[in-house]
């Protein structure tokens, strides 16, 4: 079953000095709704509009985490309520 | 133009995340929020034109919200 959730927040942790390249990769990806660089614990938030479980499992695997410079991402998933 | 940026993490008390919610309906400078299922319960967008009102928001109005268990703030910045 694809279930269709409202929006996904997914924080990153890039490689040192890789964080441009990633920021540029990922602004330029057309399921992401707003890329922005941070201080602290993760380098950079993403949200991804209205994806459905298939289509964020793929942008996560297929895209997002084989973008040269990722290390670590963690997903955050936004339910309606 | 400047703008600041900051997303704030938030974990409530159990059975708080409606009220906490509402609460943040109210706050001018939070300009979105959702409802998370995992480590935290609730995100909330929060911008303004200068970091310092940022701060102020989150400080003196998010984290004073009653229901409120914790906060984890990311604060966007320029590449």
Known sequence: MVRLMPEAFVLFKTEPTHEREVYLALSSHEGVAEVHALYGEFDLLVRISSPNSKELSGLLMGTFRQIEGVKETQTLIAVEG | ?79
């Open chain 2, 1 to 79: 133009m400047k703008m600041a940026i900051g997303f704030v993490l938030m974990t409530t008390k159990p059975g708080q995340e409606g009220s906490v919610r509402s609460a943040l309906e109210n706050i001018d400078l939070v300009t979105n929020h959702w409802m998370l299922f995992g480590q935290y319960d609730l995100i909330a967008r929060v911008q303004a034109d200068e970091e310092y009102e940022l701060t102020r928001c989150i400080v003196e109005e998010i984290r004073q919200l009653p229901g409120i268990q914790e906060t984890k703030t990311l604060i966007g910045a320029e590449l």
